[in-house]
């Protein structure tokens, strides 16, 4: 199984901030690597997929890098409808998720 | 725009079998190169991915559920079904069904969602 890990848990930042949020994987995932953004009460919302391509209608403020193990998501300048969690996924190997980052308000 | 919509019962009994439809609308379940999954979030806790059918009718499943979980297509009614046998209190948690659609070659993403359905495990 890969294990993918977010770091940090939670990241408390003022709109207009920008945001680097992490996602580590236990072995090799190639670009494989996507990433969602979930609200409360709300399913996740495809934002990048295969590590650094905008899904459709994402605002150009989201970009992903990385490849391996070792990823990124940037939000360039937070908006307030960008406060929520973020989880990774992985596809090498079945589907796995990381753990989440939540983005809050400072 | 396709759309997906969960349903079945919100309280099952422990050891019985949880049985969840997701009802696929925006198009035929059987055409074009997508997977069709079940995911499940437990109350306060990240995203646990269950399985998924491909259009072709393969599927695949998470290995620790493997044992108790059977996920099937129902194409006339644009319909796929979860069922996960001898539930615990574990088992409780909102389920997602879900489509995994292929953006270029061999990009595949979770692009369209259910809005999800709790199900608690409780006597």
């Known amino acids: 199984e890969i294990v993918l890990r977010q770091s940090p848990a939670t990241l408390s930042l003022s709109p207009g901030e920008r945001a680097s949020l992490s996602c580590r994987a236990s072995q090799s995932v190639s670009n494989y690597l996507n990433w969602y953004q979930q609200k409360p009460g709300q399913a996740p919302r495809l934002l990048i997929y295969d590590a650094s391509n905008r899904a459709t209608g994402i605002p150009a403020r989201f970009s992903g890098s990385g490849s391996g193990t070792d990823f990124t998501l940037t939000i360039s300048s937070l908006e307030p409808e960008d406060f929520a969690v973020y989880y990774c996924?992985?596809?090498?190997?079945?589907?796995?998720f990381g753990g989440g980052t939540k983005v809050e308000i400072k | 725009q396709v759309q997906l919509q969960e349903s079945g019962p919100g309280l099952v009994k422990p050891s019985q079998t949880l049985s969840l439809t997701c009802t696929v609308s925006?198009?035929?379940?059987?055409?074009?190169?997508?997977?069709w999954s079940w995911i499940r979030q437990p109350a306060g806790k990240g995203l646990e991915w269950i399985g998924r059918i491909y259009t072709g009718g393969s599927t695949n499943y998470y290995p620790s559920l493997k044992s108790r979980v059977t996920i099937s297509v129902d194409t006339s009614k644009n319909q796929f079904s979860l069922k996960l046998t001898s539930v615990t209190a574990a088992d409780t948690a909102v389920y997602y069904c879900?489509?995994?659609?292929?953006?270029?070659?061999?990009?595949?993403?979770?692009?369209?969602w259910g809005q999800g359905i709790l199900v608690t495990v409780s006597s």
């Open positions: 996924q992985q596809r090498t190997h079945w589907l796995t």
């Open positions: 879900a489509r995994e659609a292929q953006y270029v070659w061999n990009s595949w993403g979770l692009d369209s």
């Open positions: 925006g198009g035929p379940i059987s055409s074009g190169n997508y997977y």
